[in-house]
């Protein structure tokens, strides 16, 4: 097992920033990579990126290319979402993911999950 705990979100204005991080515990060397999600009121999850161990990417997200950065410390088993230029669609609960089987050209799975922390980003 994987246990991952976000936190970071919190109350913004539109055109602020703020830092995602996810800790991450247990059996950590079963997972290939990590990644960040998120749920709006009424709408679908959807996959924001996903990184590595030695630090590559996934493509981000149309909707937050150019905004968000997705980062690593293995040192620390945690990864991070530095968000920047928030805007009120980006209000959402964000979630820190793992994928035990990733492969490069295949969608992110989540195979274990942390509860989530909620952004809210006022007008």
């Known amino acids: 097992q994987v246990q991952l705990v976000e936190s970071g979100g919190g109350l913004v204005q539109a055109g602020d920033s703020l830092r995602l991080s996810c800790a991450a515990s247990?059996?950590?060397?079963?997972?290939?990579?990590m990644g960040w999600f998120r749920q709006a009121p009424g709408k679908e999850r959807e996959f924001l990126a996903a990184?590595?161990?030695?630090?590559?990417?996934?493509p981000y997200a149309d909707a937050v290319k150019g905004r968000f950065t997705i980062s690593r410390d293995n040192a620390k088993n945690t990864v991070y979402l530095q968000m920047n230029t928030l805007k009120p669609e980006d209000t959402g609960v964000y979630y820190c993911?793992?994928?035990?089987?990733?492969?490069?050209?295949?969608?992110?799975?989540?195979?274990?999950w942390g509860q989530g922390t909620q952004v809210t980003v006022s007008s």
């Open positions: 247990g059996r950590t060397f079963k997972y290939r990579a």
């Open positions: 990184i590595n161990w030695n630090g590559r990417t996934t």
């Open positions: 993911a793992a994928d035990a089987e990733f492969t490069w050209g295949r969608p992110f799975n989540g195979d274990y």
